[in-house]
């Protein structure tokens, strides 16, 4: 940490308290967060940290969304799709992008007009990105895309999308490509149904289909067909680390949580925390919080030195999802029935975490990933 990150954790903080966690109810209702959060946020100088700040960004790094993100765990929200729109979408047009794509397109994120999403997962194709269906075809001066995408996070909202597509499909993974899809200017592009989840209520996973999509061929991202598979393999560890972070900062707000209801809560005559039980089972998630929390920060100093690697990267999401899920589950049965209430933010944060071992990889590809770097 530094001055600087300690003076945007405090902006973060009180962004959040103010616009955030007001609004869980009414945003898990509708599905999905107010579309004007984008531009405020874009105000205050919270979207799209890592950018340059040629291209309308905050000209930090990796740890500048790290603790927008860890914050955003602590104050309880899972709705806002912010970790994809900045520490995912925005790095994939930085990285791969012409300069004229980085310019037409990054300070629209950086601003907030243009919230972003990337559609890899589809119907027949979640962690096996090898087996996607969706097709870009190359038509004189243009792609046409079709196909369809599932579990895309910011997917009813999204201007912009980038399409993880086949431009060649008996190219196998090397006639992969990344296109990316202005949603207001493509005929064809219809937005299905938001799905409802378990948990993260008010985050808007949707579903997305590209009937005869067309797109001009400088909407390719990087300009050279077949480079896409390269370039997910690339993006997935900071994906992945990603979710490490946010799993670390919830293992430890479900802590503070549960602390702060042991201390007050009474049972036969004494408060919870002065039973063994209490004790203990705290003393073991503190202990998991606080070893998730070293490995963590370690993994995020080594990605800002280009060093994190893939299997280290899938190290860090695996054991911090199964961590979260663990130490959540303990702190729901310290609340007793109010655990099991919805209007307890330890239920909500019980029902956002099962999915952490999901998306980003499932967990037991994370485990295939390390096994064969062994």
Same mark, same amino acid.
């Given at each position: 940490?530094?001055?600087?990150?300690?003076?945007?954790?405090?902006?973060?903080?009180?962004? %959040?308290?103010?616009?955030?966690?007001?609004?869980?109810?009414?945003?898990?209702?509708?599905? +999905?967060?107010?579309?004007?959060? /984008?531009?405020?946020?874009?105000?205050?100088?919270?979207?799209?940290?890592?950018?340059?700040?040629?291209?309308?960004?905050?000209?930090?790094?990796?740890? +500048?969304?790290?603790?927008?993100?860890?914050?955003?765990?602590?104050?309880?929200?899972?709705?806002?799709?912010?970790?994809? +729109?900045?520490?995912?979408?925005?790095?994939?047009?930085?990285?791969?992008?012409?300069?004229?794509?980085?310019?037409? /397109?990054?300070?629209?994120?950086?601003?907030?007009?243009? &919230?972003?999403?990337?559609?890899?997962?589809?119907?027949?194709?979640?962690?096996?990105?090898?087996?996607?269906?969706?097709?870009?075809?190359?038509?004189?001066?243009?792609?046409?895309?079709?196909?369809?995408?599932?579990?895309?996070?910011?997917?009813?909202?999204?201007?912009?999308?980038?399409? &993880?597509?086949?431009?060649?499909?008996?190219?196998?993974?090397?006639?992969?490509?990344?296109?990316?899809?202005?949603?207001?200017?493509?005929?064809?592009?219809?937005?299905?149904?938001?799905?409802?989840?378990?948990? %993260?209520?008010?985050?808007?996973?949707?579903?997305?289909?590209?009937?005869?999509?067309?797109?001009?061929?400088?909407?390719?991202?990087?300009?050279?067909?077949?480079?896409?598979?390269?370039?997910?393999?690339?993006?997935?560890?900071?994906?992945?680390?990603?979710?490490?972070?946010?799993?670390?900062?919830?293992?430890?707000?479900?802590?503070?949580?549960?602390?702060?209801?042991?201390?007050?809560?009474?049972?036969?005559?004494?408060?919870?925390?002065?039973?063994?039980?209490?004790?203990? @089972?705290?003393?073991?998630?503190?202990?998991?919080?606080?070893? @998730?929390?070293?490995?963590?920060?370690?993994?995020?100093?080594?990605?800002?030195?280009?060093?994190?690697?893939?299997?280290?990267?899938?190290?860090?999401?695996? /054991?911090?999802?199964?961590?979260?899920?663990?130490?959540?589950?303990?702190?729901?049965?310290?609340?007793?029935?109010?655990?099991?209430?919805?209007?307890?933010?330890?239920?909500?944060?019980?029902?956002?975490?099962?999915?952490?071992?999901?998306?980003?990889?499932?967990?037991?590809? %994370?485990?295939?990933?390390?096994?064969?770097?062994?």
């Amino acid at each position: 940490m530094t001055e600087d990150l300690d003076q945007l954790r405090e902006l973060s903080r009180t962004f %959040m308290a103010k616009e955030m966690t007001p609004n869980q109810e009414r945003w898990a209702a509708q599905k +999905h967060v107010d579309r004007d959060l /984008w531009t405020k946020a874009g105000e205050v100088g919270l979207l799209c940290l890592s950018i340059p700040e040629e291209y309308g960004g905050g000209g930090g790094t990796f740890a +500048h969304e790290a603790v927008v993100i860890e914050e955003q765990a602590r104050a309880g929200d899972s709705a806002w799709g912010n970790s994809v +729109h900045s520490g995912i979408v925005a790095p994939y047009l930085l990285a791969y992008g012409t300069e004229e794509q980085k310019l037409r /397109w990054l300070p629209k994120l950086a601003s907030g007009e243009y &919230v972003g999403a990337i559609a890899m997962s589809e119907p027949g194709a979640g962690s096996d990105l090898q087996g996607i269906k969706t097709k870009a075809i190359r038509d004189g001066d243009s792609y046409v895309i079709n196909g369809s995408k599932t579990f895309i996070t910011n997917g009813s909202q999204a201007d912009l999308v980038i399409v &993880v597509a086949k431009t060649d499909p008996a190219g196998g993974a090397a006639g992969t490509s990344l296109v990316v899809v202005e949603t207001a200017q493509a005929p064809g592009f219809r937005r299905g149904r938001v799905l409802d989840k378990v948990g %993260m209520k008010g985050q808007d996973t949707a579903e997305l289909f590209f009937d005869d999509v067309r797109v001009p061929e400088a909407n390719l991202l990087g300009g050279a067909e077949g480079q896409g598979f390269v370039q997910l393999m690339n993006q997935l560890p900071q994906e992945r680390l990603i979710i490490a972070v946010a799993s670390v900062a919830g293992i430890e707000a479900a802590v503070a949580l549960t602390l702060d209801y042991v201390k007050d809560r009474t049972a036969f005559g004494r408060e919870l925390i002065k039973f063994q039980n209490t004790r203990f @089972t705290l003393a073991e998630c503190a202990t998991e919080a606080a070893v @998730t929390r070293s490995f963590v920060d370690d993994c995020i100093q080594r990605h800002l030195e280009g060093q994190l690697d893939v299997p280290t990267a899938a190290m860090a999401k695996w /054991w911090s999802t199964e961590r979260l899920c663990r130490v959540v589950d303990e702190c729901v049965q310290m609340f007793g029935g109010y655990g099991y209430m919805t209007e307890y933010p330890i239920a909500r944060a019980w029902a956002d975490a099962r999915v952490q071992k999901i998306y980003g990889g499932t967990n037991e590809i %994370m485990k295939e990933i390390i096994a064969r770097s062994l």
